[in-house]
């Protein structure tokens, strides 16, 4: 079985926190100074997210920044 990329473990992490705080991707994705539809390339492993754009989705989640990595090997 293939192992998971980075960009999708990352995203199914976003989106893990995103839902434990029921917010939609618009919520996220406003409150992140985000375009909806990028945030949901980011949770479906699509995009390779910029270092600014990790510091705004852990901010919008009320996270550290290295929190969202806690996923990755």
């Known amino acids: 079985m293939p192992k998971a990329s980075p960009k999708s473990l990352f995203g199914k992490a976003v989106r893990a926190l995103r839902e ?6 618009e919520d996220l994705a406003e409150r992140a100074g985000l375009h909806r539809n990028y945030v949901g390339g980011v949770e479906r492993g699509e995009r390779n997210v910029a270092l600014e754009n990790i510091v ?18």
């Open 20 to 25: 434990e705080r029921g917010y939609s991707q």
């Open 56 to 73: 705004k989705l852990a901010g919008a989640l009320s996270v550290r920044t290295r929190d969202l990595f806690d996923s990755l090997p």
